[in-house]
């Protein structure tokens, strides 16, 4: 299996995320990535390419060109103000306010940001649009004939149109999809397994019927990022139909989790893309300290396999998971697994 890879990933490298009230160190951080690659080569899972360049085209097929400039200056904007420390907002457009861009940084950072867990540092945008490249890559090299795994980071699920959140900037699952239609592909379905709800990719396709949006999810009842993932949204206009939320209690285990698959790879089947999308974040994990899913080492396999047996060209996006010391099993166990029944 090709696996495509920047090292610009390390650009981003937060200091510390908001949460329970103090600043911790942030959870995701650059030891993610070299953790999966270092099992991706010691697995012998295949070779490991560079990104190569698609320029901004693909990116504004997905983000507004609003948020996307917003998104290449925020720092140095940040910096001329408050020097070194990573940019994080403080208040934000809720209910009630103008939705008018402030001319702030301060104000900018509230009305394009969603949380105070997702700090822009100097090297954000790099590492960003070399994990858009990653994921367009491998977009890309589908033409192959086997499955590919884009190991990005940071990730993308939770980014929108034009909020940044949920430690993702660039939506990498949602510009590989909307690639892959523009490279002549007339369906594309997305199925998102991380364990928090893909709000990003359901908002950018929720009124399309050309790209199947599919998550099983902790209930955003109880989990970040708590206003979208609920099972009532199915889709807009032509879209309606076209997006299936699987919202799953704190302290599922495999049984719990192998129904809502089922349910989620029929939908898949039934809808019979040309392509598929998976972002895979392995925060479903047993040990995962941000997440509340009680899945194990071999239950990455036996998810693998259900998707392998779809047997659809698949393009396999990174997007969470925190225990960084079994990240890379994990990671590399659901790739085994997809190859062995994807063929
Ligand atoms: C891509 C991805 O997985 N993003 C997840 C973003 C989650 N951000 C919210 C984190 C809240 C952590 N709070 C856990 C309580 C333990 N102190
Ligand atoms: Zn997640």
Request: proline share 5%.
């Amino acid at each position: 299996m090709l696996t495509i890879f920047s090292d610009d990933h390390r650009l981003q490298a937060a200091k510390a995320e908001l949460d329970a009230g103090t600043m911790k160190p942030a959870v995701e951080r650059p030891e993610r990535a070299d953790m999966i690659l270092r099992h991706v080569r010691e697995a012998k899972l295949g070779p490991v390419e560079g990104p190569v360049s698609f320029g901004t085209g693909p990116l504004e097929r997905i983000h507004t060109i609003a948020y996307l400039s917003f998104l290449r200056t925020a720092f140095d904007e940040w910096q001329e103000r408050y020097g070194t420390s990573d940019a994080l907002a403080i208040n934000w457009a809720v209910r009630g306010l103008r939705q008018i861009i402030p001319e702030a940084i301060d104000g900018k950072l509230g009305y394009f940001g969603g949380d105070a867990g997702t700090p822009i540092t100097a090297g954000t945008w790099q590492a960003a649009t070399s994990s858009a490249a990653v994921a367009l890559t491998g977009a890309w090299r589908l033409k192959d004939g086997d499955p590919v795994f884009a190991l990005c980071r940071p990730p993308g699920h939770h980014a929108s149109r034009d909020v940044f959140q949920g430690y993702c900037f660039l939506n990498n699952a949602a510009i590989a999809a909307q690639w892959l239609r523009d490279a002549g592909a007339d369906r594309v379905a997305v199925l998102d397994v991380d364990y928090h709800h893909g709000n990003g990719t359901q908002e950018i396709f929720f009124d399309r019927d050309d790209v199947l949006f599919v998550s099983i999810h902790a209930d955003p009842r109880t989990e970040f990022p708590y206003f979208l993932g609920h099972v009532d949204e199915t889709g807009a206009g032509r879209g309606d139909g076209f997006n299936l939320n699987l919202p799953l209690p704190w302290a599922t285990r495999w049984e719990g989790y192998a129904a809502a698959l089922e349910k989620a790879t029929a939908a898949v089947a039934e809808y019979a893309p040309d392509a598929l999308v998976v972002s895979f974040g392995a925060d479903i994990y047993r040990n995962d300290p941000i997440c509340r899913f009680f899945l194990d080492t071999p239950d990455f396999a036996r998810i693998g396999e259900a998707i392998g047996r779809l047997r659809l060209p698949t393009l396999v996006v990174m997007e969470g998971g925190y225990a960084v010391e079994a990240l890379g099993v994990n990671t590399v166990t659901f790739l085994e697994g997809l190859l062995q029944t994807a063929r």
